[in-house]
Structure formats: structure tokens, C-alpha cells
């Protein structure tokens, strides 16, 4: 082997490795084939402690009222229990837009133990329900059919999905 062609194969696998462009951010989801998609409510993710409670205020109505407020997400879990910050993507919300940002601060840090699985890269979906300032945020709603859907996708289509969806505001200082 000539040493040109010998250059020419080793320049040809380095952009081949290269999935990034210089001046352009990294994929939200890497790695998609490892990925699976956790059932909804399953028992395989649970948080290995209480998510923090944040002490914001809710959100008020002009008269006064406390505006009620859901926000779906979807984020993966790596095998030891962390969130991959970058793939918090909101899927269903209603209400206020700044829910988005509570959900992103208690999912910040959170760590989560895998149960009745093997340790894996999961993509977990979880809803919050806001209201009523004498109860928590947590886990309610039904993601159970769009988790179903995603868990058809291929592992391109999901690295897509995830990386249309909106995200954490921390996502776009990557």
C-alpha cells in the first residue's frame, strides 16, 4: 500500500468518526441505538430519592388565581441512574410556559435507580401536574400511548424526535 492511498484512508476515517461540524453543536441524543424506551409508569425507573420540591411560587391568573399547569417530558437515563441533561424534551404541557422551567430545575441533579431491568440507557417519560400550592409536583398524567409510539422508532427517528422537541433552556448553552 502506497503511503498517498495510506493518507487518503486514514483522512477518509477521520471524517467518517467526525459526527459533529466544527461550530456546531453536538447531537441532544448520542448514541441512539443504545436507548430503550421504558414503558410508561413502569417499574424498571424509579428516582432513587424525592425529587426537590421547589419553593416558586405558581403562576397567577390576573385575578389572582393560581393557573393550573401540566408538563409532560421525556429524558434518558443513563445504566447508573443519571439524567443526560441534554434530552429533557418537553411532550405534552399545559398552562404557563415558565412549568417548563421548575420541570427542567427538579430533573436537574435527579437521580433515578433501575429496578426489575438491567441497567441500561432508558428513555423515561414522566408528567407533573402544578396547582394547588399544597401539593408537590409530581408524577401524574398519561404518556402511556406516546411512549408506545417512540418505542416504534427507529434509532434515527428517535435521535429526530428528540432533537425537534422542546427543551431545557440549560440545553441551548451546550
Same mark, same amino acid.
Given at each position: 500500500? /502506497?503511503?498517498?492511498r !495510506?493518507?487518503?484512508?486514514?483522512?477518509?476515517?477521520?471524517?467518517?468518526h467526525?459526527?459533529?461540524?466544527?461550530?456546531?453543536?453536538?447531537?441532544?441524543?448520542?448514541?441512539?441505538?443504545d436507548v430503550i424506551?421504558?414503558?410508561?409508569?413502569?417499574p424498571?425507573?424509579?428516582?432513587?430519592?424525592?425529587m426537590?420540591?421547589?419553593?416558586?411560587?405558581?403562576?397567577?391568573?390576573?385575578?389572582g @388565581?393560581? =393557573?393550573?399547569a401540566?408538563?409532560?417530558?421525556?429524558f434518558?437515563?443513563d %445504566?447508573?441512574?443519571? !439524567?443526560?441533561? $441534554? /434530552? !429533557?424534551s418537553?411532550?405534552d404541557?399545559r398552562?404557563p410556559?415558565e412549568?417548563?422551567d421548575?420541570?427542567? =430545575?427538579?430533573?436537574?441533579?435527579?437521580?433515578?435507580?433501575?429496578? %426489575?431491568?438491567? *441497567?441500561?440507557?432508558?428513555l423515561?417519560?414522566?408528567?407533573?401536574?402544578?396547582? %394547588?400550592? $399544597?401539593r408537590?409536583a409530581?408524577?401524574?398524567?398519561d404518556?402511556?400511548?406516546?411512549?408506545? !409510539?417512540?418505542?416504534q422508532?427507529? *434509532?434515527? @427517528?428517535?435521535a429526530e424526535?428528540v432533537?425537534?422537541?422542546?427543551?431545557?433552556?440549560?440545553n =441551548?448553552?451546550?
Amino acid at each position: 500500500m /502506497t503511503l498517498g492511498r !495510506i493518507l487518503a484512508l486514514l483522512a477518509l476515517g477521520g471524517c467518517a468518526h467526525q459526527s459533529v461540524r466544527p461550530g456546531s453543536r453536538p447531537p441532544r441524543l448520542e448514541s441512539p441505538e443504545d436507548v430503550i424506551v421504558v414503558p410508561f409508569r413502569s417499574p424498571w425507573l424509579v428516582p432513587a430519592m424525592p425529587m426537590r420540591a421547589l419553593g416558586l411560587p405558581p403562576a397567577r391568573t390576573a385575578d389572582g @388565581k393560581i =393557573e393550573e399547569a401540566y408538563v409532560g417530558v421525556a429524558f434518558v437515563v443513563d %445504566d447508573q441512574g443519571n !439524567i443526560e441533561r $441534554q /434530552t !429533557i424534551s418537553f411532550v405534552d404541557e399545559r398552562g404557563p410556559l415558565e412549568y417548563r422551567d421548575v420541570v427542567c =430545575e427538579i430533573l436537574d441533579g435527579a437521580i433515578f435507580a433501575w429496578h %426489575d431491568h438491567d *441497567p441500561a440507557r432508558g428513555l423515561l417519560f414522566m408528567s407533573f401536574d402544578f396547582g %394547588d400550592p $399544597q401539593r408537590h409536583a409530581g408524577p401524574v398524567g398519561d404518556l402511556s400511548s406516546r411512549a408506545q !409510539i417512540v418505542s416504534q422508532y427507529s *434509532p434515527a @427517528k428517535l435521535a429526530e424526535w428528540v432533537e425537534t422537541r422542546p427543551h431545557c433552556r440549560f440545553n =441551548e448553552r451546550r
